[in-house]
């Protein structure tokens, strides 16, 4: 078996009506649910983030965030986040990150 051969598994719970929806909306592009998150998977590790950003539901005050986003709700951490990720990437030997032309999103 070829290193680049699709191994591991990735199983993820959703709302049944989520995954219908999804998996007809991109039926309707001309791929698949399964063919979406490898897309996925690939631009975070080629973008090394998240390849959208986050829309949470505001709240009545406008400051807070809903479900696992809540962590991220406040402002006021942003920055120490933001300095927090630089601080990470400033020490993390780069040969631990793959780099754009390892990553094979057509496997």
């Known amino acids: ?5 699709k191994r591991a598994i990735l199983q993820v719970r959703i709302r049944e009506e989520d995954k219908q929806h999804a ?3 991109y039926d309707a592009m001309g791929t698949s ?3 979406a998150v490898r897309l996925f998977v690939a631009q975070s590790i080629l973008m090394r983030k998240l ?3 986050p ?3 505001r709240s009545k ?8 986003l809540k962590a ?3 402002p006021n951490r942003r920055s120490e986040e933001r300095n927090a990720w630089i601080e990470y990437l400033a020490t993390e030997c780069d040969d631990s990150i793959l780099g754009p ?7």
């Open 33 to 35: 649910l399964a063919e």
């Open 51 to 53: 390849p959208f950003q």
């Open 61 to 68: 005050d406008g400051t807070a965030a809903y479900g696992s």
């Open 72 to 74: 991220y709700g406040d």
């Open 23 to 25: 998996e007809r909306l």
């Open 55 to 57: 829309v949470a539901v």
């Open 101 to 107: 032309e390892e990553v094979d999103i057509h496997e």
């Open 1 to 5: 078996m070829s290193s680049t051969q």
